[in-house]
């Protein structure tokens, strides 16, 4: 069994900054890509950043310089750093990871609960 935890949601105020934090636990062999997306209220869920095993990241052209993605393979742990945050920022995040859990087997995604992260102006 595979579980994402996120931890790091809150209220913030605009302009202001938060770190989100989420560990991969459970029967794993390999992560590929882990990154993040949200949802805000009436709108679909959007990809906000996400990294690859190697590093190499991408980022929702809404938040390109002022959220930074990266995670600790050692602890199976994807991390945003957000700053400059607006009240459109406002959302539901969520985390994801492409997981192999044994080395025969193909990558699935995993996501996790969710954590609101709201933004006052």
């Known amino acids: 069994q595979v579980q994402l935890v996120e931890s790091g949601g809150g209220l913030v105020q605009a302009g202001g900054s938060l770190r989100l934090s989420c560990a991969a636990s459970?029967?794993?062999?390999?992560?590929?890509?882990m990154g993040w997306y949200r949802q805000a209220p009436g709108k679909q869920r959007e990809l906000v950043a996400r990294?690859?095993?190697?590093?190499?990241?991408n980022y929702a052209d809404s938040v390109k310089g002022r959220f930074t993605t990266s995670r600790d393979n050692a602890k199976n742990t994807v991390y945003l750093q957000m700053a400059s945050v607006k009240p459109e920022d406002t959302a539901v995040y969520y985390c994801?990871?492409?997981?192999?859990?044994?080395?025969?087997?193909?990558?699935?995604?995993?996501w996790g609960q969710g954590t609101q992260v709201t933004v006052s102006s």
């Open positions: 994801y990871a492409e997981i192999k859990k044994w080395a025969w087997s193909g990558e699935l995604a995993y």
């Open positions: 459970g029967s794993i062999f390999s992560i590929n890509t």
């Open positions: 990294v690859t095993s190697r590093g190499s990241t």
